[in-house]
């Protein structure tokens, strides 16, 4: 080989790749033919060009592109035993053909088959894509794993409040004291921005919609995220009066996103701004979907005083502070700095306040910031891989019922030299076929599946799944986990029948795939119904006894409007618009407040001082602002004590019983006439005690809680309609709620349906387990369907024997029924436990639940019991009514 | 039955193979063509066209002696059967009558 060293070698796989995939007898002349041109092209072109011309040469030349020779003349064509007849392509096509006839032959478990696959491996897609979602969410920032969020800490004894929110001079004190850090963005959301367009000769256009979220942002945010820009840019937003905008906004404000820099928008109808930049829109996966952002600087007139001039013991949960972190100051330096830090700028609660920063990665995922929780995702992992293995069992069990019909196909490969190892292959290779053909049919049903989370179950998120190269990798996952579930069993089974056997026809059902063992795949479908469905029935029950409970307060027939968003209400515009709203026919009662009705959401937590006790009391009640209207249109009860005087300014208080408990008092008369102090008010007399309601959902308890009157602080008007005629009430209050607000928004709101916002969630799911545990039960069921259908025509003749003896039709159903029964007896007494385990854990959520009782159980056995009845039947009793004359006679 | 049609490329091929002799396996065929022939033509593409020759009968085959340069393997060497023969002398009687058709002074013209 001396020769050779000039040009070194041809490139060693393409060598490799000839040796092992040359047509059959072909390869010693190949390889040596290679060397020779190898050596040629290498004095011709040089190396490089003849290493790229080896190895598009051998590509060429190997199976399956090669053509191999059909007409053997001489001695070389003499296959060596080395040789896999399975790769002959007279063998692929045998069997492709084979497999053909089989589907062919066997049309209704051929659908079943595919059809369940599909819909299994569909949802298993469509939940993968779920999930994928939600473990993506804001991936694609390139600084994504350096980008840090500020968090606040409340300390008390009874435990931790972490919250996302930190206080308005965060930012700044951070700024100057630690230099050190990458780049530092404030960020205050803006719940429904009302952006007011003018228009030069006619009415200004107003653009609100509640899916819009704005946000007051610094530059820095810019330089921590990323956003690709149309039109200008982020560096003017640190004047204030500025705005930027996505390019969504920019057509709902201006029809077009070219030259719209330099145009100038009011925001909230009030604060003029000049937008500077247009960014393309976000994309869906993402928390920061603000479409449109104004400078921090703005927030001054939002606010009333500059963000920094406001105190740093008033925290607001919708205030963020990003930062990018890196080596020169790092997450532990600021933990160890984290205590003289507050000590500096927040004295007075160095033990109950802290700042801690947390990896904006775990934003989407922790439920206490207010993120999807993991433990939901999971179930939808589980409940999807529980689909996927109801249609896999459907798969071995009517492969393996069927294998008997092969035997005879088996007995003569075998004969004919067939090795178990090429049988095997075969077998997982029209398993393949299948899977690969529901896959087709899963894409479909995925893509469907996707456009019905759009429309119902919207919820907070948009969900558009993003394709990237991994995302194969993943199907490819579950393609091959499907064939083997799927294909593993049936074939080796198959394979390993002993020809004799087989060819006398000999084999019995208990020989092809152990009966025992399809029954107990079958008791494994019936258990994972069943648990779905008593999942579902709970979250129904729970979800029907959130809605219907007594929450402590009225709420039906009541409307809320929200008020303008300024730092304080006009104190004469509120009581116009009260005069004006309650001369309307349709209006009964009238109330303001700062959130509408208890359980808003829109609470705050405080701490106060009991009358003269010297200390802060260890616990934050909430706080919230009403008027003397607002016991009585909720019809809230007062133990003992009074109903607030009308008044504009924080004088009086009523606290709930819990506050009184809490206070260390049993009797309503000892907390009557003594004061509640709170930093910033004057001293609240507590003159009267309310029986405890509901203020928060459902998911958790009753805390602490006072009210008192201040108007300036309120930003709902609350409306009890007393006709049923809404229509008409609504289009009135409009007029009249324009005409003390131009600028405004009249945006009405019904009570019952805002409290079911909190139950999104839990909506959500309960949607998804309905959907996932009727098509378990659907696919089960087809499985069934088809052995039933097996089974009925194998013991034809014994049906038929038995009617000459006299058998009666119900005799031959329970012949074919009473195994299932048994089966669902033994799935029930799976699944029931491990239902009462998994649903008593989710119940653990709500501070108020139902108790679970036999009755739900039940009624999932009733429900398979007589789902599998049903289907058992379909078949059973065409057999029992069948002729036996018919069927004993042809042998 | 039609006598199988000897394409083009399968026309050179053979050619250089009755030219070859003795020699003419897969890599000195290409090679010759490559050279002689200022024809860039790929290995893979010969090796097709001799099996596809082989098959319609034109050339046979042997297994023949091993040199070092191709590392101890075995060639296959090709000669031309009598079919083949018979085919590249057809072809080539029939471009000699289709030559002689085109008048003289034309050909003058070409200066060929």
Known sequence: ?891 | MKRPFLGELEEIVLLTVAALQKSAYCASITQTIDQQMARSISFPTVHTTLQRLEEKGFVSSLMGGATTERGGRQKRLFTVTVAGQQALIECRHLRTYLWEQIPTPVLQLWGA
């Open chain 1, 1 to 891: 080989m001396g020769r050779l060293t000039k040009g070194g070698r041809p490139p060693r796989w393409a060598s490799w790749l000839l040796s092992r995939f040359s047509p059959p007898g072909a390869e010693d002349e190949l390889q040596g033919d290679m060397l020779e041109m190898y050596t040629y092209w290498v004095q011709t072109k040089g190396v490089s060009s003849a290493r790229w011309q080896y190895g598009l040469a051998v590509l060429r030349l190997i199976r399956p592109f090669a053509l191999t020779r059909t007409s053997q003349p001489d001695h070389r064509s003499q296959p060596d035993s080395k040789t896999n007849f399975s790769l002959q392509p007279a063998m692929i096509r045998n069997y492709l053909l084979i497999a053909w006839r089989n589907l062919r032959k066997n049309q209704a478990y051929a659908f079943i088959n595919v059809t369940g696959l599909a819909l299994g491996m569909g949802c298993a897609l469509l939940i993968f894509a779920l999930v994928r979602y939600h473990y993506q969410t804001d991936h694609y920032h390139h600084n994504f794993n350096r980008i840090y969020q500020f968090t606040s800490r409340f300390s008390s004894p009874t435990g931790d409040i972490n919250i996302q929110g930190i206080p308005y001079p965060l930012g700044q004190a951070i700024h100057t004291d630690y230099p050190d850090i990458d780049q530092v963005a404030m960020l205050d959301e803006w719940y429904a921005p009302l952006v007011v367009v003018p228009v030069a000769n006619g009415d200004d256009k107003k653009i609100k919609d509640k899916n819009y979220k704005g946000a007051f942002v610094e530059p820095a945010y810019f330089r921590i995220f990323d956003y690709s820009w149309l039109a200008g840019g982020p560096d003017d937003l640190s004047q204030p009066g500025t705005v930027v905008m996505s390019a969504e906004m920019a057509r709902n404000c201006f029809g077009t996103t070219t030259g719209v820099v330099g145009r100038v928008v009011r925001l909230d109808a009030r604060i003029p701004a000049r937008v500077v930049g247009v960014f393309a829109d976000y994309r869906d996966d993402t928390d920061l979907a603000y479409s449109i952002m104004a400078s921090w600087g703005s927030l001054k007139d939002q606010l009333g005083t500059r963000p920094e001039d406001q105190p740093f013991n008033n925290t607001n949960g919708s205030t963020h502070c990003f930062a990018l972190f890196n080596d020169r100051f790092t997450v532990n330096d600021w933990n160890r700095q984290l205590l003289s830090f507050v000590k500096k700028y927040n004295p007075n609660q160095i033990k109950e306040t802290s700042y801690p920063v947390v990896p904006f990665s775990d934003m989407h995922l922790s439920p206490e910031y207010g993120g999807v929780s993991r433990e939901l995702l999971l179930s939808l992992v589980l409940i999807g891989l529980l689909l996927v293995g109801t249609a896999s069992i459907n798969f071995v069990n009517l492969a393996t019922a069927q294998a008997l019909n092969r035997a005879r196909e088996v007995g003569v490969r075998k004969v004919l030299g067939s090795t178990k190892a090429q049988l095997f292959w075969q077998f997982m290779g029209e398993t393949t076929l299948i899977v690969l053909l529901a896959l087709v049919l899963a894409a479909g049903v995925c893509w469907y599946g996707q456009t019905l989370v759009h429309t119902y179950l919207h919820g907070p998120f948009r969900f558009t799944f993003y394709f990237s190269p991994s995302v194969i990798g993943w199907i490819a996952l579950l393609v091959v986990a499907v064939i083997l579930l799927a294909g593993l069993y049936p074939a080796l089974v198959v394979a390993g029948f002993r020809p004799v056997v087989a060819l006398a026809g000999r084999l019995t059902t208990q020989q092809a795939g152990g009966f025992s063992l399809r029954r107990g795949l079958v008791t494994a479908q019936f258990a994972i119904s069943q648990l779905l469905i008593i999942g579902l029935v709970v979250v129904a029950y729970q979800l029907s006894y959130v809605r219907n409970k007594d929450l402590g307060f009225r709420k039906d027939a009541i409307l809320t409007v929200s008020l303008p968003n300024t730092p304080t209400q006009d104190l004469s515009k509120l009581s116009t618009f009260r005069n004006l709203a309650t001369t309307l026919p349709d209006v009964g009662q009238f109330s303001y407040s700062l959130g509408g009705p208890p359980q808003s959401g829109m609470t705050s937590q405080t701490r106060v001082r009991f009358d003269t006790r010297p200390q802060i009391e260890p616990y934050t009640p909430q706080q919230t602002w009403i008027d003397a209207d607002y016991v009585g249109l909720y019809g809230l009860k007062l133990v003992a004590g009074r109903n607030l005087h009308p008044s504009d300014t924080a004088r009086e208080a009523l606290i709930n019983e819990t506050f009184m408990h809490r206070l260390g008092f049993n009797r309503p008369a000892e907390v009557l006439g003594r004061f509640l102090h709170k930093e910033g008010f004057a001293p609240l007399e507590i003159v009267g005690v309310l029986t405890d309601y509901n203020q928060l959902d459902l998911k958790q308890g009753i805390n602490p809680l006072f009210m008192t009157t201040l108007a300036s602080g309120f930003y709902s008007a609350n409306i009890q309609l007393s006709s049923a005629n809404y229509s008409r009430a609504l289009s009135q209050l409009e007029r009249v709620y324009n005409q003390v607000y131009p600028d405004s928004f009249f945006e009405p709101e019904f009570v019952e349906q805002q409290l079911q916002k909190a139950y999104q969630q839990e909506q959500t799911m309960g949607r998804l387990i309905n959907c996932f545990a009727g098509l378990a039960l659907f696919i089960g069921c087809m499985g069934l369907y088809g052995l039933v259908l097996f089974m009925v025509l194998q013991r034809r003749k014994e049906v038929g024997v038995r009617k000459v003896l006299g058998a009666s039709v119900s005799s031959i159903l329970w012949l074919f029924s009473r195994e299932y029964v048994r089966l669902i007896g033994i799935a029930f007494l799976l699944s029931a436990p491990l239902g009462w385990w998994v649903m008593t854990s989710w119940l653990n959520n709500f501070a108020y639940k139902i108790s679970m009782s036999p009755l739900m159980f039940l009624l999932s056995l009733l429900v398979t019991g007589v789902v599998v009845l049903l289907t058992v039947s379909f078949q059973s009793v065409k057999a029992a009514q069948m002729n036996p004359v018919k069927s004993l006679r042809n042998e």
